[in-house]
């Protein structure tokens, strides 16, 4: 008696949601009679299929957790970690030579070069910290993530921000920038301590911002600038004993006396 092929049951997927790159959606019945076209649909909208640009869903917990577990002769852990450590690498790396390209060192960049400088290198490293080293494969994750999650990390982002930034001085100044004038002048704002000064006096910011824009326009030393601001960011930590720390009113005649210095600079020139 010839056997019967059993029918496989169509499974009923309506109700169920689906990730699509990060995004849940769920299907529905569309007139097609396809119950993922809808997700199609949806995931286009939200451009998932479009240029947007990674993001990596590697969180500060899941780096802490790993680290902490690569630690414990965990090789496996370590090695998966290590894979992670060199695709971030390759994609962070290719994003700093591309904003430098379009000449938008800045915002993302800033933050991205500050660290590197001060681990004696120009890019990031493919090569994770070793495994019993807990701290340096967190701080060296950390900052990865941080960097490519930035949105001005790409170039697009970077220069949408700037013109942002530049409308809003614009608009406050009166004054039209050049080309030259607003790349000078952003390249400063972009500083990760500038902003963060900024975003921290946002009520008194009037006088910050005009002798900001003025230092921009000329030749100054703009390390001195930052390293006076983040004697201020630090804020009074006395069991650090930073007695170089500056409060607002020290901050703002340090800022005063770089302008009157440079204003005399100019006349005597």
């Known amino acids: ?30 007139s097609s009679g396809n119950p993922f076209a809808s997700i199609f649909n949806e995931a286009k909208k939200k451009g998932v299929f479009g240029k ?33 450590n060199r695709k971030l690498a390759k994609l962070a790396n290719s994003r700093l030579r591309a904003l430098e390209k ?6 993302a960049y800033d933050r991205a070069i500050t660290y590197l400088e001060n681990q004696g290198r120009k890019r990031f490293s493919s090569v994770l910290a070793p495994q019993s080293d807990y701290r340096g494969m967190v701080e060296q994750l950390s900052e990865l993530v941080t960097f490519i999650n930035s949105k001005t990390s790409t170039v697009a982002e970077a220069r949408k921000s700037l013109q942002k930034k530049l409308d ?8 039209s920038y050049t080309e030259e004038q ?10 990760d301590s500038i902003s963060t000064l900024l975003r921290d006096v946002k009520a008194d910011s009037d006088e910050v911002l005009e002798i900001l824009e ?38 703002m005649d340090e800022l005063r006396s770089y302008r009157d210095e440079l204003r005399a600079n100019r006349e005597n020139r």
């Open 1 to 30: 008696m010839p056997s019967k092929k059993r029918r496989r049951k169509k499974r009923n997927n309506i109700g169920a949601s689906v990730s699509v790159r990060g995004y849940d959606f769920v299907p529905d019945t569309p």
């Open 52 to 84: 947007q640009a990674y993001r990596t869903e590697l969180s500060m917990i899941d780096i802490r957790t790993k680290a902490w577990k690569a630690t414990s002769d965990n090789p496996l852990v370590y090695e998966e970690l290590q894979r992670e």
């Open 102 to 107: 379009a000449g938008l060192d800045m915002f």
């Open 168 to 175: 809003k001085i614009s608009e406050y100044t009166g004054t």
């Open 182 to 191: 607003g790349y000078r002048l952003g390249k400063l704002l972009g500083n």
């Open 214 to 251: 003025e230092l921009s326009m000329e030749d100054f030393n703009k390390q001195r600038l930052v390293t006076t601001v983040d004697r201020y960011l630090q804020g009074y930590q006395p069991w650090e004993g930073n007695s170089d720390y500056l409060n607002y009113d020290e901050l």
